[in-house]
């Protein structure tokens, strides 16, 4: 079973920008369609963004849209969500998980979490 490790996360302005990483433990991470899902204190895991295999295709939670870029290398085995223009808001610890089945937005669809990376917008 592949492990996958996060990074990346730490404190920043409103309006900064963050590049988050997940790098997977083995060259099996082609075969799986990542996701990002994000956890503020208090709140249920939410869905951010996915990436399929192959020719990826990208999907995106409303809230997402315009801010957030998922994107995969599937060279390095890792899989990136660039968040632009930082909102209090995006405060949260931060997971990728690989797909398993069902709807990507779903965190029942993905049988595979890293240990999350925590972001902290300050304003």
């Known amino acids: 079973q592949v492990n996958l490790v996060e990074s990346g996360g730490g404190l920043v302005q409103v309006g900064g920008s963050l590049r988050l990483s997940c790098v997977a433990s083995d060259h099996t991470f082609y075969s799986y369609a990542m996701g990002w899902f994000r956890q503020a204190p208090g709140k249920d895991r939410e869905f951010v963004a996915a990436v399929t295999i192959a020719s990826p295709r990208t999907y995106y939670a409303d809230s997402a849209k315009g801010r957030f870029t998922i994107s995969r290398d599937d060279a390095k085995n890792t899989a990136f969500l660039q968040i632009d223009d930082l909102e209090p808001e995006d405060t949260a610890v931060y997971y990728c998980?690989?797909?398993?089945?069902?709807?990507?937005?779903?965190?029942?669809?993905?049988?595979?979490w890293g240990q999350g990376t925590q972001v902290t917008v300050s304003s």
């Open positions: 998980a690989a797909h398993s089945q069902g709807p990507y937005y779903a965190t029942t669809s993905y049988d595979v």
